[in-house]
């Protein structure tokens, strides 16, 4: 796994418009350490490029992807249902609805290292699953089901919000759709301080849960039986795979199919623990994104894809495997 995140990270270093030699970079890395000299032979420019523009890109991409895999895993398993994702609870239409109030209503929205757009973005998404969940509580439905209606509930009426919010500011439309289907071409470190925090409790917390989840896959009875809070569990795993998709949401769009993608991989390849499951998601989760990264800014070059497409591209017909199997085991 981590030699696979090296070498999509190498790759997403140095192919690009103008591409940088694999001797010099390996050198320029090297001279970051502590006492450690070395002349890499780069130019002010090239330095400029992988210092400023693709490193921050690749590592921003890694913790995307990463995240959301992991986010896809954990909600996969508190739900027991290998099509649930990170955007099940309404982040992706509180985020969509934050991001477009930015846009539409604020003028510096997109200026600056942190603008109101993250922050807008990151406030819509905790304020749908806030709004799921407390919706959930008033019904006396199975909690897992209850939730999962919820959900559909509050993220139709965010879409609708955000609709209206789009027609009356028309203007608007191409900037929030560039951002609704995900981009990482404006990225500097700002964005990756912005979310490695939020990431890092987010990622340490879910791995602490991995053996937990096993438990909860038997069934809540089950769990119970043996001791385990089963709304406990579900009610933590969700909140802390809420808070780093948010963050990441929050700076990249709305990047679909990365939560069902490699997890699923994942546990057609390793199986279906979640002690394996949990932790290889965010090293192969960040590799995917990486490369999907890379895609869509090399294929239609110097241009670029939004990269939402891309992963739409690869996750849709996955994502119709997925359910054909489904039916089937069924």
């Known amino acids: 796994m981590i030699t696979t995140v090296v070498l999509t990270g190498l790759a997403g270093i140095l192919i690009g418009s103008a591409d940088l030699p694999l001797g010099s970079v390996l050198a320029e890395l090297v001279d970051f350490l502590p006492v450690v000299e070395v002349e890499s032979g780069l130019s002010t420019r090239e330095a400029t490029i992988l210092w400023q523009i693709r490193l921050p890109r690749v590592v921003l991409a890694g913790t995307v992807g990463g995240m959301l895999a992991l986010a896809g895993a954990a909600f996969q398993g508190v739900f027991r249902n290998p099509l649930a994702d990170p955007y099940l609870l309404g982040v992706a239409a509180g985020a969509g609805l934050g991001a477009t109030l930015a846009i539409a ?27 799921t969940y407390a919706l959930s509580r008033s019904a006396r439905a199975a909690p897992a089901a209850t939730l999962i209606l919820a959900g559909v509930a509050v993220a139709a009426f965010l879409t609708a919000t955000q609709t209206f919010v789009q027609q009356q500011r028309s203007e608007t439309f191409r900037e929030v759709y560039a951002w609704i289907f995900g981009a990482l071409g404006t990225v500097g470190w700002g964005e990756v301080t912005l979310v490695l ?42 909140a802390l795979a809420t808070l780093g998709t948010a963050a990441v949401v929050a700076v990249s769009g709305l990047i679909g199919f990365v939560g069902i993608i490699v997890p699923h991989a994942i546990r057609l390849a390793f199986g279906a623990s979640y002690r394996t499951i949990i932790p290889l998601s965010i090293g192969f989760g960040a590799s995917f994104l990486i490369l999907a990264d890379l895609v869509a800014r090399s294929v239609l070059a110097p241009a670029e894809l939004p990269i939402g497409v891309v992963t739409a591209f690869i996750g849709a017909p996955f994502f119709l495997i997925v359910l054909r199997n489904a039916k089937r085991s069924t």
């Open 105 to 131: 209503y604020v003028p510096t929205a997109s200026d600056g290292l942190i603008s109101p757009l993250p922050l807008a973005a990151f406030g819509g998404a905790v304020l749908g699953v806030g709004a």
């Open 197 to 238: 925090p939020y990431v890092v409790i987010s990622a340490g917390a879910l791995i602490g849960y991995r053996r937990l989840l096993d438990v909860m896959a038997v069934g809540d009875e089950e769990a119970e039986a043996v001791g385990v809070v089963s709304s406990r569990v579900r009610l933590a795993v969700i």
